[in-house]
């Protein structure tokens, strides 16, 4: 399985950005996917995660309720993250992964098993 993020750039504050996330080896119609974040310094963050059954999961957090958008595209294999109102806190590497299907919680780590080679964010206030 490979996984190739693309859509990062440079944003000033407010902007959007559409993060995607190409699959490749295997169809992940079937399997959980979601996306992670790593600011310089942090430790990575799970951001928000899909099952194949289509329910959604975000960061429990207010800084970004509201602005993420996580989907699926099974045509294309591609899974997406759009994200409105960015803030310069959002800065970071984006990180898409599957998770493992012998894994249990959508929002850790250790439960993906491929993950795709980032895309940097950044946000300039």
């Known amino acids: 399985v490979q996984l190739q993020a693309s859509g990062g750039g440079w944003v000033q504050a407010g902007g959007s950005l559409r993060l995607s996330c190409a699959a490749s080896g295997r169809p992940f119609s079937k399997h959980d996917m979601g996306w992670f974040r790593q600011a310089p310094g942090k430790e990575r963050e799970f951001v928000a995660g899909l099952r194949w059954s289509g329910s959604r999961t975000y960061l429990p957090d207010d800084s970004v309720k509201g602005r993420l958008t996580i989907s699926r595209d099974t045509a294309k294999n591609t899974v997406y993250l759009q994200m409105n109102s960015l803030k310069p806190e959002d800065t970071a590497v984006y990180y898409c992964?599957?998770?493992?299907?012998?894994?249990?919680?959508?929002?850790?780590?250790?439960?993906?098993?491929?993950w795709g080679q980032g895309t940097q964010v950044t946000v300039s206030s």
């Open positions: 992964a599957t998770r493992n299907p012998r894994a249990q919680s959508l929002t850790v780590l250790a439960s993906y098993d491929y």
